[in-house]
């Protein structure tokens, strides 16, 4: 380092970034202050920051001083207050003060010394840079400036970097940011900025994205939420794209033998933006290829790389952080660009739990990302371009494009925002989260499908899907103090229904899932049937053969779609209940079912009666379908073995014999998922009589049972449990049937073995909950949303039950 250089460290304005830390925010803001602490404190553990510098809210202040701003600001404000000037006019007119405005001599030398000295650290000259801003204010818990300030890529040469600087500044009184200011209540002139010049990392060759330490949209804080675009990162943050979304379980990343990833799903990705190639703009968009946008962007090591450092910085900081990623295309190296907490889940209590239900569904007009958990209504309010923006209707839906920060003031008045373009870690999502709005963003077409004036409902309360239908639909709230539920001594479950469900649960204090069925997640993930991808020849129709090479494109093998799609979502229904156990039933589609999948009707033949054809333990052994049972196999195995779940228990379903039950072990054993190997329990689904008349020999080879009672009350009274003649007769809560269920318990329990229920009747029917638990049960799983109502009542059926019991005993 020059002599020059070495005197520049020791003065007031400019600050390396391994000389500052979190502790610096008054000095250089917090988006400097925290790649200060990264680069300090956070390379020891892996995680690598590309190297720069600050200039410090000293050095702005003199900016201000050397130029005689301050009281042209105000004066400029007092107008805009008054009336006397509008805020375009008013930000307008602060801003050329600053592009007017001159360094002082000895801030420009400093930053030039250090501009060069960043130069000699690398070996280029005129080295690229990022200018980014950094807002004294800014990145603190109880707000997020969410891009109010400008960033300048690929800046060059000293000149460049000081222009950069100087626009930086003039940054700080963009429309938004003095929208932003008022609303949040900080003083304009409180507020100084720093400048943050940082090598720039060739992801415009590679690529870049956000992440998150938690659920953005459940709040459950033990997963890494990634999202990925290639090219420069603008185009995610700015959420002008679709991009890909990775999910890693962060608990299971301190053993390196797992690869805890619990979703990646392929994002459009249809633009990426990149450096210039001469002119005045440094950055440019354009297409990306039909590869790129069918391919993932970052491999499963990488994206395990990035959640190890998410969990890192997260661990370091004590709360859950958002944070910007990049890699370069030159060398392939990941890169963490910032780190800021995050603002909203953070704040939210884990004690209360407030769900959204929707009362009648009606026509789907458009579906997106799911922003928030609520619903919301009104007429759409459609603003395509942003000089429009004053046209919006308060209370209306806001529907346009994307959104950026000058889309702030009208999106806080807004009932609900939809988008066409971007994630979940997009502007729209993060504002709306922020604001207490729901959204669903990335419909791609809602601007053209929705007329202005429309009434619609949103709902972003089904999962990950979120949707808008049309009309003023009626929805319910209910808001529970989880802290006022009682304790059971059974294990009161839920059934999950599908993987982008999951997390909205994950709140509640549930011993576990006591049903996720496999079939759910094969319908909504997967849509093609398991035997078309094992025989693609075999599917005559050209139509579906094509849907099936456009699903599994990302694929060498059309086999490894199934295997991975349907790992990844068992193990997204395993991680929020980790490590309590989490019970996936085989699938038990029938036949009629099947055929309904894609490529379905080419494997399927026509059963009389499907209810009790060719479905559950006999496919599994059969040659029809032996080998798409080894699929299903292949993916449990992964999930226990290579993702990490050791909660997840395999049971089969529809098992009629004891006999049939021994071809399917042998057929598990055969993929290499043997019964107590690595702990692997093995349940069967107790919902024929043949399964209670010989309970003990069942017992014998299976870990624990299930009763499944609409299949049993269906084969106990004969009645089909479908038909609306007959639904009058269908009755769990019959003679015939509780007999059966108390006989089921009662040998369980001899056998040493437990038994719990996952059907319907004990969210249905209070009264049979009272039973199941004189009788002894050991779980009562329950769909999620009666869950809060049912637990009381199992509460009060065990103190009845100890009260007779202990008058019997008197």
Known sequence: MSAAAETSLTNANVKWFEDTGITDIPSVGGKNASLGELSRALQSAGVRVPEGFATTAAAYRAFLAANDLEPRIKAYMEDQRAGRATLRQTGAAIRELF?????????????????????????????????????????????????????????????????????????????????YREMKGYDHLDVALSVGVQRMVRSDLGASGVMFSIDTESGFPDVVVISAAWGLGETVVQGTINPDKYQVFKPLLADPNFSPVIERAVGAKERKMVYSQGGDARTRTVDTSARERRSLVLSDPEIVLLARWAAAVERHY??????????????????????????????????????????????????????????????????????????????SVLVTRMTDPDWVPVMKRAAGIITDHGGTTSHAAIVSRELGVPAVVGTRNATEILADGVPVTLSCAEGEEGRVYEGLLEYSVEEVDMAGLPDTRTDVMINIASPAAAFKWWRLPAAGVGLARMEFIINSLIRVHPMALVHPEKVADPQEADLIRQLTSGYDDPQEYFVDMLATGIAKIAAPFHPKPVIVRLSDFKSNEYSHLVGGRFFERPEENPMIGFRGASRYYSSHYREAFALECKALKRVREKAGFGNVIVMVPFCRTVGEADQVIQAMEEQGLVRGADGLQLYMMCEIPSNVVLAEEFAKRFDGFSIGSNDLTQLVLGVDRDSEELAGLFDERDPAVMSMIAQAISKAHAAGIKIGICGQGPSNHPDLAEFLVSQGIDSVSLNPDTYIRTLPVIAAAEAKAASVSGRQGS
């Open 318 to 395: 004590g709360r859950p952080m958002d944070m910007e990623w990049a890699k370069d295309g030159v060398t392939g190296d990941l890169f963490m660009v910032q780190a800021r907490p995050e603002t909203v889940q953070a704040r939210r209590s884990t004690s209360t739990f407030r769900t959204y239900h929707l009362l009648h569904p009606g026509p789907v007009l458009a579906t997106g990302a799911a922003i928030g958990d609520a619903i919301a209504k009104g007429a759409a309010c459609v603003i395509r371009d942003a000089k429009d923006i004053e046209s919006f209707v308060d209370g």
């Open 99 to 179: 592009l007017q405005a001159s360094f002082p001599d000895a801030i420009a030398a400093d930053i030039q010394e250090h501009y060069r000295d960043l130069c000699g650290r690398t070996g280029q000259a005129q080295m690229p840079v990022a200018v980014r801003s950094s807002a004294t204010a800014e990145d603190l818990p109880d707000a997020s400036f969410a891009g109010q300030q400008e960033t300048f890529l690929n800046v060059a040469g000293e000149r460049g970097v000081l222009d950069a600087c100087r626009r930086c500044y003039a940054s700080l009184f963009t429309d938004r940011a003095i929208s």
